[in-house]
């Protein structure tokens, strides 16, 4: 059996990124430095995820000097919230850019947002009331 372990994605400012993620709830599973390779990878998640579940895996290379591009295929990620337009207000006045207001998805009656983290990374909060 298999099982999804993390998504990886490069940030230019790792304390900006993970004060970012913490306005969505999440917080910093681990660490590894490597002096060696010059960088840092912090995994983050949510405390009911498994170890080593579902999480996402900040990758800061320290002598990075350019912007990362994103490319074309890359979506976004998805993150299961109780209520919508109250996460989108956390991230407003934590200084992150919301992308699209709370609302409805078409005629599906399921209600989400967008917002961006600080290197441009979009996330799709889903209404889940069960989250």
């Known amino acids: 059996m298999s099982i999804y372990l993390h998504t990886m994605v490069r940030v230019r ?4 990124s993970l004060a970012f993620y913490h306005l969505l709830g999440m917080r910093e599973l681990r660490r590894l430095e490597v002096p060696e390779g010059r960088f840092t990878l912090v995994y983050i998640g949510y ?3 498994a170890r080593g579940e ?3 895996e900040l990758t800061y290379n320290w002598d990075q000097t350019e ?6 295929g890359f979506g976004h990620f998805a993150v299961g919230v109780r209520d919508v337009a109250a996460a989108v207000d956390v991230v407003r006045q ?3 850019r919301v992308t699209r207001e709370a609302g409805p998805m078409g005629n599906t009656g399921i209600v989400i947002a967008f917002v961006q983290d600080p290197d441009g990374y979009k996330i799709e ?3 889940k009331k069960d989250a």
């Open 54 to 56: 579902a999480e996402i």
């Open 13 to 16: 400012d790792l304390d900006r």
């Open 94 to 96: 934590g200084g992150g």
């Open 67 to 72: 912007d990362y591009t994103h490319g074309t």
């Open 125 to 127: 909060l889903i209404e």
């Open 47 to 49: 405390e009911g995820n």
